[in-house]
């Protein structure tokens, strides 16, 4: 006999814990590599972009950030890096960058990959794309 007011509170307790759910969703994170070189990338205000690029720290080369108008596109934290499947010495890897969508906007988002303390050479490689912010 207590049967049915135990399954309608299993009920609200389903769905509350569904609504707390979709609460905390926000908009999903977007992840770029590579194969988006020169391209365009929408996010909304709040929205995290990683950006990974191949790289080898041995080699004294590392992924610098040269352009981003921090107002629109903000870094989080400090770049990471991931070693890649073999694990030898001096082997490569991805360097992992992640920024946050701030406020609506604009701006190019360049990256180079250079020796930090040959700052008169050119990059041996550069990343770039556009990133658009809506709200």
């Known amino acids: 006999m207590t049967t049915k007011p135990v399954r309608r509170a299993l009920r609200w307790a389903l769905y509350l814990l569904a609504m707390l759910a979709v609460a905390g969703c926000g908009p999903a994170p977007r992840t770029v590599t590579e194969i988006d070189r020169g391209s365009r990338v929408r996010l909304r205000v709040g929205q995290t972009l ?28 400090e770049p990471r890096f991931e070693r890649g499947r073999k694990q030898a010495l001096g082997s490569g890897g991805t360097m992992i960058w ?35 912010v809506d709200e």
């Open 50 to 77: 990683e950006v990974r690029l191949a790289a080898n720290p041995t080699t004294g080369y590392t992924w610098d950030l040269a352009a981003v108008d921090r107002t629109v596109l903000q870094p989080v934290d």
């Open 98 to 132: 992640t920024f946050q969508a701030q406020t609506p906007g604009t701006t190019v988002l360049r990256l180079e990959y250079r020796r930090l303390w040959e700052i008169q050479e050119p990059p041996a490689d550069t990343f770039e794309i556009t990133v658009q």
